[in-house]
């Protein structure tokens, strides 16, 4: 399927476990985000990343991992999950710095820790 | 800090309304301003906004930016039903663009 896709839609893991949420889309867009939406504080950035191999910090990184060794996918890994890391979680991606069409995101995962 | 404000926080109107909603920002590095309508699932895009006064349009939405004053207002004329969402305002910063959002705003409106 053409587009950016989030998979699962919906996680339950219990604290300290490893969890990966998977990004993946098929435009080849360079840039692509990693966002949590929490009642309170609408869309903070965690991590973003402009091309293959080069990934950065956003608002609120600690206790998240990413990587991007291809465009087309970017996972974000809970190396220890807490309970302040329930949230969903949404991919973005761009194709260009200031692309008219703005990011399109995801359809989200939802993200329980126990 | 890179700061994106939005008021009001919710609003209930009539259908057949128009309702305006603000967006005010404090950011480095400004390179645009975003809308997006948010309902059950990801967020959608609506505008784009780089230029000071130059008025975007689809439909019945419509938004304009002041980068003098660094605010945005998104109006809805001839409100809907389907209108009902939460109204998300993101600048783009930095050589990545990367967005900073406002908490939106709830808009629902009722028959």
């Known amino acids: 399927d053409a587009g950016i896709t989030q998979s699962p839609r919906y996680k339950i893991t219990e604290t300290g476990r490893q969890v990966t949420l998977m990004c993946h889309q098929t435009?080849?867009?360079?840039?692509m985000f990693w966002y949590r939406q929490d009642l309170g504080h609408g869309l903070r950035l965690i991590y973003y990343?402009?091309?293959?191999?080069?990934?950065d910090k956003g608002e609120v990184p600690d206790g998240y991992v990413v990587s991007r060794s291809k465009t087309e996918n970017f996972p974000l890994t809970l190396e220890s999950a807490t309970r302040s890391q329930t949230s969903v979680y949404f991919c973005?991606?761009?194709?260009?710095?200031?692309?008219?069409?703005?990011?399109?995101f995801g359809s989200g995962t939802r993200l329980t820790v126990v | 800090e890179d700061k994106v404000v939005q008021s009001p926080l919710s609003l209930v109107v009539h259908e057949g309304d128009t309702v305006t909603l603000n967006c005010s920002y404090e950011?480095?590095?400004?390179?645009?301003l975003l809308w997006y309508k948010q309902e059950k699932k990801a967020p959608t895009f609506l505008f784009m906004l780089?230029?000071?006064?130059i008025e975007k349009k689809s439909g019945r939405l419509s938004s304009i930016l002041d980068k003098k004053e660094l605010f945005s207002i998104l109006n809805i004329t001839a409100t809907q039903t389907g209108d009902s969402a939460i109204y998300l305002c993101?600048?783009?910063?930095?050589?990545?663009?990367?967005?900073?959002f406002g908490t939106g705003t709830r808009l629902q409106v009722t028959l």
């Open positions: 993101a600048v783009a910063t930095g050589t990545a663009s990367k967005l900073t």
């Open positions: 973005a991606s761009s194709g260009a710095r200031d692309s008219p069409y703005g990011y399109t």
């Open positions: 435009w080849s867009h360079s840039y």
């Open positions: 950011v480095t590095n400004f390179r645009s």
């Open positions: 990343s402009a091309a293959a191999d080069i990934t």
């Open positions: 780089t230029s000071s006064g």
